[in-house]
């Protein structure tokens, strides 16, 4: 065997390895977490809605959440380690390509490693307020966002590169709304062997789940924007304070429970997607 013949062997080897049982299980623990952190963050947003403003509704209140519950150490590690799957997952489809037919080309694999870097992140975040004292979990989104837009600003074309960034997530919301209301997730299931009631309840929280959190980064990409032409960080907002500025229209706070509504039916069609998605 020529060494062309076993490079392309060990290749296959790897790429047979990447999409099997370890990397399937390590995909399905990591939509579990995601669905874990979304359904916390939407129960904390609905008790926003209804006066209980102590919490943050972001990722640092959620890991604070679970860790305030019995076995909450254990709870941590077990969501950061499912984090740490997810990461893994999308770093396999950035290097070997996705499921489905244009898993292979350029943009899926670069999306799938800016999953994976996103992932790492949050994985690390979770497992080292896991490891520490607890305190304010993995820090809050607000002073984050705030943080790194005074940080840009003070940049030569500062004010440029924030209001693009808005711009991005702005559409990176609405693309992410519309693909939850043309139901793309579709193409991932394993349809055939779903029974019906599932069909009913992925369709129902897919759609509703992923309009709402294409709605929230959406605005929160609006704040952004807003921060650069105004020149103030202050105005920018993570993902508490965009939550929280729902219940400011005049909707009232009845907004701001649809929102948290689709945020924890997100968190139920990512339990679905851990059950029916092909990996």
Known sequence: MNASAMARSG?????RAARGSMTEGAARAGLTA?????LLVGVIALQIAFGDTHQQADRGGAVAELA??????????????????????????????SAGADGRKAHKRLLALGRCV??????YSVLS???????????????????????VLHWPGGQWIVGVAGAGIVVAGIW???????????RKLKQARMPRWATRLVDI???????????VFAVAGGFAIRAAVDYSPDRAKGLDDTLRSFA????????????????????????ALARWQRV
Do not use: N
Not at 129 to 151: M, N
């Open 11 to 15: 290749r296959m080897e790897a790429e």
């Open 34 to 38: 995601r669905g874990v952190i979304y």
């Open 68 to 97: 305030q519950q019995p076995f909450g150490k254990f709870l941590l590690w077990t969501l950061g380690l499912g984090l740490v799957g997810m990461a893994l997952w999308r770093l396999s489809e950035a290097v070997f390509g």
């Open 118 to 123: 996103f992932y790492s992140f949050v994985a």
């Open 129 to 151: 307020f896991a490891a520490g004292p607890h305190g304010s979990g993995s820090g809050s989104s607000d002073a984050k966002s705030r943080d790194v837009t005074a940080r």
């Open 176 to 186: 992410v709304g519309v693909r939850a209301i043309r139901r793309d997730y579709k």
């Open 205 to 215: 929280t897919g759609v509703a789940g992923g309009t709402a959190r294409g709605l």
């Open 248 to 271: 400011h229209t005049p909707l009232g706070p009845w907004l701001l429970v649809c929102v948290a509504a689709g945020f924890v039916l997100f968190g139920v069609f990512s339990f």
